[in-house]
């Protein structure tokens, strides 16, 4: 999950989840405070983890800036 801290309060920007099936991944993005359809992928959850992590690391101040363009 990634949250940022805008005028006091805190939003959600971006979630992952695996809520329908253990091997099925969801990543969600917010529009303002909209939540989108979710891009789904397929795999283990040691993988998914993996990867949501690294695009999380190495590129949460892109998603945070395409985030608020949408506020």
């Known amino acids: 999950m990634l949250l940022v801290e805008r005028d ?6 971006r979630t992952f989840d695996n809520a ?31 990867g949501a992590e690294v695009k999380l690391l190495g590129g949460w101040g892109d998603i945070v800036r395409s985030w608020e363009r949408t506020r």
């Open 8 to 13: 006091g309060a805190w939003h959600t920007v």
């Open 20 to 50: 329908h099936n253990p091997e099925e991944h969801h990543e969600h993005r917010y529009v303002g405070a909209e939540k989108q359809e979710p891009i789904v992928t397929q795999g283990s959850v040691n993988d998914a983890m993996h």
